[in-house]
């Protein structure tokens, strides 16, 4: 299974984002003290940025996990 690696924008972790997730879905930092929502914003080169608070609520939330 292949992996990228990406830095958490709000704490710096290492974050291992597997090649199925797409473009716009949702993560959530591996960190437990930050836990951040996160957004896949683009692939290549893989880049994520910070999910408004709010925008965590919408029905269709389902973040990925880390392994
Ligand atoms: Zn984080």
């Known amino acids: 299974m292949a992996v990228e ?3 958490c924008p ?3 972790q290492k974050l291992a984002v597997h090649d199925y997730v797409l473009e716009g879905s949702l993560v959530v930092c591996a960190n437990p003290k930050c836990g951040t929502s996160l957004r896949v914003a683009r692939r290549k080169p893989l880049r994520v ?7 965590t609520y919408r029905a269709d ?3 990925e996990s880390y392994g």
């Open 5 to 7: 690696f990406v830095r």
């Open 10 to 12: 709000a704490c710096r």
């Open 49 to 55: 940025e910070l999910v408004p608070e709010v925008e």
């Open 61 to 63: 939330y389902r973040p």
